[in-house]
Every structure is written in C-alpha cells, then in structure tokens.
C-alpha cells in the first residue's frame, strides 16, 4: 500500500553536496523506521543511513561524519543531505520503509548519485 519514489540524484563533483528526498504514498504504519540503501554496480546493498519515528538515526560507516537523514512525518518524506560527497560514494540509492511487527518491506525505484571530475 506504499510507494516510495526518490529524487535529487545526480552527477555531482568529489567534495560536492546532493540532497535526496523520498516522497511516500500511501500511509505509514506506526512502528516503522525509514532507511536509506544504496548499490553500486557489481556490490551488494548496504545501508547508508535510518531514521526511527521518533527522530533517533543509525548511520553507515561510510556515512558517518558526512551524511544527514531527516524525515517530516506530515509530508510523508524522508531526506537524505550528503556532504563532501567521494567517489565511492557513486551508487543507486533506494529508500526504504520498514514495518517492523508485520517485518513488510517497501522499496522505491532508486535515484542514480555519481561522484566524479
């Protein structure tokens, strides 16, 4: 019953910035966090960044010291500001909504981010 599309991905330069957002349809349930994933060519999923209801995050490694998740829970939107942006950093990055009692998972489409000169 969700739709997750995210947007704001783009070619952007090493040390750059990109603010991506994940706009959701549909209702939300209770007890549900918000992620960030992202995969680059060859690589397994991995998580970036989640941000609970309640406004407490995790970060991925990589992430740590550079990324900023935020939601508004009124709009249905989940964001994603990343700064001093790598190469490394160059992945298709998918939002996802998790429903923890029922374990339901939504994934949106994915937002291409390249990092590069």
């Known amino acids: 019953q969700v739709q997750l599309v995210e947007s704001g991905g783009g070619l952007v330069q090493p040390g750059g910035s990109l603010r991506l957002s994940c706009a959701a349809s549909?209702?939300?349930?209770?007890?549900?966090?918000m992620a960030w994933y992202r995969q680059a060519p060859g690589k397994q999923r991995e998580l970036v960044a989640l941000?609970?209801?309640?406004?407490?995050?995790q970060f991925g490694d990589s992430a740590k010291g550079r990324f900023t998740i935020s939601r508004d829970n009124a709009k249905n939107t989940m964001y994603l500001q990343m700064n001093n942006l790598k190469p490394e950093d160059t992945a298709v990055y998918y939002c996802?909504?998790?429903?923890?009692?029922?374990?339901?998972?939504?994934w949106g489409q994915g937002t291409q981010v390249t990092v590069s000169s």
């Open positions: 549909g209702s939300i349930r209770s007890m549900s966090y």
């Open positions: 996802n909504v998790h429903h923890i009692p029922s374990s339901l998972r939504y």
């Open positions: 941000i609970f209801n309640s406004g407490s995050t």
